[in-house]
Nanobody
Framework: QVQLVESGGGLVQAGGSLRLSCAASGRTFSIYTMGWFRQAPGKEREFVASIAWTSSRTYYADSVKGRFAVTRDNAENTVYLEMNSLKPDDTAVYYC????????????WGQGTQVTVSS
């Protein structure tokens, strides 16, 4: 099992920045990819960004390209989501997730952290 704990959410004005952190513990050697999803009120959960645990290859949703950056610190088993030029539409609960090497599915999820962007 892998445990994920997010931190760093909060309230920020439009145009501002926030950095989310996700600390992984447990069987971290089994992680293939770590990612971030978000869910706004009344909407489905959507993909934001991901990073491969070994190659550091990254992927981004079109809505955040050029504004968000996902990085990792393998020594600390931590993934970060740097969010810049935030917009009110970025308001959501942000979830950290990890996929298992065997399934390549996002099997592990954090509890979520609230990000609110005011206009």
């Amino acid at each position: 099992q892998v445990q994920l704990v997010e931190s760093g959410g909060g309230l920020v004005q439009a145009g501002g920045s926030l950095r989310l952190s996700c600390a992984a513990s447990g069987r971290t050697f089994s992680i293939y990819t770590m990612g971030w999803f978000r869910q706004a009120p009344g909407k489905e959960r959507e993909f934001v960004a991901s990073i491969a645990w070994t190659s550091s290859r990254t992927y981004y949703a079109d809505s955040v390209k050029g504004r968000f950056a996902v990085t990792r610190d393998n020594a600390e088993n931590t993934v970060y989501l740097e969010m810049n030029s935030l917009k009110p539409d970025d308001t959501a609960v942000y979830y950290c997730t990890a996929s298992h090497r065997a399934t390549r599915a996002y099997d592990y999820w954090g509890q979520g952290t609230q990000v609110t962007v005011s206009s």
